[in-house]
């Protein structure tokens, strides 16, 4: 998807949009299921992110 994303120039500001959505789904995928602390920690960084 990531790639898929990165190729094509015709989707405009949409990019950046769907780049951070791969980005935060492979960060929540990678975390421990059972590790709350982690889990509110990526929350918080995602909701600081200004778009």
């Known amino acids: ?3 898929y994303i990165r190729r094509k ?3 405009g500001y949409h990019r ?3 780049l951070n959505i791969v980005k935060y789904a492979r960060a929540l995928a990678s ?3 059972y ?3 982690a889990r509110v ?3 918080h960084q995602i909701q600081k992110r200004k778009y």
């Open 35 to 37: 590790d709350k602390a």
């Open 1 to 3: 998807m990531q790639q």
């Open 9 to 11: 120039t015709v989707i």
């Open 16 to 18: 950046t949009n769907y």
């Open 41 to 43: 920690q990526l929350y």
């Open 31 to 33: 975390l421990n299921p």
